[in-house]
């Protein structure tokens, strides 16, 4: 049995998520059945469709691509169109559609109750449904015993992102930081459900040693981006890069830091960004949601509830022994891309044999 896998949206060269994964199931064999990954519109699988000896999934990972648009009417003929043709895949094809959840709603998404009835049709519609915190599977498999809901946690990055010869020394020089000064990370595409602004906050608002720094390194846009600079306002320990960053520098600013420091909204399911810095031995400070629940305190960072337990842990972290690089990558590197793989691939199997 053949089983062809379409992505939707189609995978991204920057989306490191989706190419790790589907390059463990491209061409690699389960049990009776291979599996072949193609990317192609929604509008293309239905173009093409036909009736045949091979099995078709249509993998769903960001809902809003069914339906988003920043306009009311034309969200609602997207979600129309997309999902009648979901529908005719299904009934008359015999395609399968399976959905991995990353969030409880779409973070860019302008019309709250547009996304909550498109995530409603979906789940619907979806022959099966992916859940990567095993905190939140157990509770939506209980909830829901008569859907097909699987949990295949994140794989991690290690060796996904090629390093530099780069010392930390030197890559601190470069955003102005000194060899002793004790660099909280925030990093990645800065954006107002990852709360950055509530980071400064605390940050500002406690009194800290002059060597703890906070560098907040990503791109911004907009009013957020100016709210941001407004928040910070020229203070001397918090450096804000807003910067688009580009694969071959990833890993040079994990180097460069003692801790990845995150908050998130409760929106929040997968955190690619806490799995990467993890991957490369650079232990996280994070708020306790879902997303966190790979993260031990001690171990590979430290859980905070709310403000004010954020501020005790920067205010212990001199006196903080850091988790070692190794102790922090070891408490991830068994969640491989090829485990996660397989038992995606036993999920697609067994929808078919229903």
């Known amino acids: 049995m053949k089983i062809i896998i379409h992505p939707f949206p189609a995978p991204a060269d920057n989306n490191m998520f989706l190419k790790l994964l589907y390059k463990e199931v491209d061409g690699h064999g389960f049990n009776d059945a ?31 691509v069914l339906y988003g648009s920043k306009f009311v009417i034309k969200s609602l003929i997207l979600m129309g169109v997309n999902f009648t043709m979901l529908f005719i895949l299904k009934k008359i094809y015999g395609m399968k559609i399976c959905w991995t959840m990353h969030n409880f709603k779409s973070h860019d998404y302008p019309h709250p109750l547009i996304d909550r009835f498109g995530r409603s049709m979906l789940f619907s519609i979806a022959d099966a449904l992916i859940i990567m915190q095993e905190s939140v599977y157990k509770e939506w498999y209980q909830a829901h015993p008569q859907k097909d809901i699987r949990y295949i946690p994140l794989g991690n990055y290690i060796g996904a992102y090629t390093p530099t010869l780069k010392s930390s020394v030197e890559i601190r020089k470069e955003f102005g930081l000194q060899a002793d000064d004790i660099v909280l990370l ?14 400064i906050k605390v940050f500002k608002q406690t009194n800290l040693d002059s060597k703890i720094k906070l560098c907040i390194i990503g791109s911004a846009k907009g009013p957020y981006a100016t709210y941001l600079d407004e928040l910070i306002s020229s203070h001397p320990d918090i450096i804000f890069k807003n910067m688009f960053v580009k694969d071959e520098e990833v890993v040079d600013i994990l180097k460069m830091a003692d801790y990845s420091v995150f908050w998130y909204d409760d929106t929040v399911l997968t955190s690619a960004g806490l799995t990467l810095s993890l991957s ?30 954020l501020a005790d842990i920067f205010k212990k972290l001199p006196r903080t022994s850091r988790p070692s690089k190794e102790q922090v990558i070891r408490s991830i590197e068994n969640e491989s891309w090829a485990l996660e793989a397989k038992s995606f691939m036993q999920l697609c199997a067994d929808i078919f044999k229903r």
């Open 186 to 199: 925030s990093f990645g595409t800065v954006k107002p459900y990852k709360k950055v602004d509530e980071i």
């Open 34 to 64: 291979v599996f072949k990954v193609e990317p192609r519109s929604l509008l293309k699988i239905f173009k093409n469709a036909r009736r045949g000896k091979d099995k078709h999934v249509i993998h769903v990972h960001w809902e809003a």
């Open 280 to 309: 490369y031995g650079t232990p996280v400070i994070v708020r306790d949601i879902p997303a966190a629940e790979r993260v031990r305190d001690g171990l590979n960072g430290f859980l905070f509830n709310n403000a004010d337990e």
